[in-house]
C-alpha cells in the first residue's frame, strides 16, 4: 500500500472502485459459466478493459503525490519497499494459485519458476506488472520527474510508447522480457506498453487535472478507436496478451470518467468509508481475494453462481477482508491509553541540555 501524505483521498476512492471490479471479475470467471449466463462475457471484459490500465494510472498518481513532489533521498526507500511488497503478493499469489488451481505439489519445481519469474501463473500476472512498474518508476525517478514539467515532450514521449503495440511480440521469448515489452509465449501485462497511464497518473497529479474539454475528447478518441475496431472486426476484441493500441486505447474514455466519478466522491464521502479503505489497501484486498477464490475453487467443485449472485458474493468476499484489515489495525483500548499516558509523562519531564565534550 502507498501512503499519501497529503492527502487527495479521491484517487482511493478510484482504486475502491477498481477493486470491486476486479474481485467481481475474478469470481465470475472461477465460478459462473458464459455458456449459461450469457451476459458474463459483456461484464469480464468490461473490467478487463478498465482495471489493469485503472491501477497503473493510480499508481502513477499516486506516486506523484507520495513520491515524485519530494527529494529522491527521502523517498526512494519507501518506492522500494513498495514495489518488493507488490513482488512478494506476487509470489504468494503465484504460488497458491499453481498449489490450488492447478494441483500442483509444494516444491522446489513449483516454486522456483515463479521465484525467477519464468513461470507466471493465472490470475496473479497483474501483479508482478505492477511492482515492475513501481521498481522502473524508482530507477527512473529523475527521467519521470524531468518530462512531466516539460508537457509537449511529455506527450510525445507517451505517443511513443503506444507505437511499442505494433512490435512483433512472437521475437520475445525470454519471459522476464515478456514481462517488460510482451510476448506470445506467456499471459502478461507488458510494462512499457501501459507505461503511458502511469505517466498520465502522474501529469494528472501534478497539474491537479479536473473536467477539460481536452481530456474528454482525447480520452473519447481512444474509446472510439477501440469501439470502430469492434464494429469492423464483427464485434470481435482486439488483442490483449499482448496488448494491441486498440486495447490500449480503449478504456481511456471510461477511466476519465472514473477519475472525475472518483473527485465528486470524495467531496461527498459519506457513507463511503469502506470504499475508501479498499482504495488505501489495495494490495491486501487483490492479494487475499486471490487466496480465497484459489482455495475455494479446489474445494467447491459445484459451486456456480450468476451475474448478481456474484457479484453479491463478491461484496460478501470484500466484506470479509475488511473485517481483518479492520481487526488487524485495531489498536487496544488499554495500549492506547497506555501510550497517551507515557507521552504526557514525557513532556512533563524537564529538558535537559546534552553538550559535547
Known sequence: MIVINGRDHSVDYFKGLLVIGMVYTHVLQFFSDESIFLSIPYITQFFNLITFSGFVFCFGYVCQLAYYCKPFRSVYQKMLMNGLKTLLAFYLSGIAFQVYVGNQPLDSETIMPILLLQAIP????????????ILLGLALFHVFRWISNRPLLFWVICALLLLTTWIDYSIVTI?????????TDIVTYPVVQYLPFYLIGVYFAKYRIGFQLKYLFISSVGTLLFIYYLL??????????PPSIFWIMGPTLILYVYYLLSKVLDRWQKGLGILRLMGE???VYLLLSNLFIFSLDSSLHLFLIGP????FFSLMLLLVITFFITLTNKVPRNQSRLKVTRNKAEQDQPTQKITSG
Open 122 to 133: 493465472g490470475w496473479s500476472e497483474f501483479l508482478v506488472s505492477f511492482s515492475l512498474i
Open 175 to 183: 519471459p522476464q522480457l515478456g514481462l517488460l515489452v510482451g510476448t
Open 232 to 241: 469492423t472486426r464483427d464485434m470481435q476484441l482486439p488483442e490483449r496478451f
Open 281 to 283: 489497501n489495495v494490495l
Open 308 to 311: 448478481w449472485k456474484g457479484f
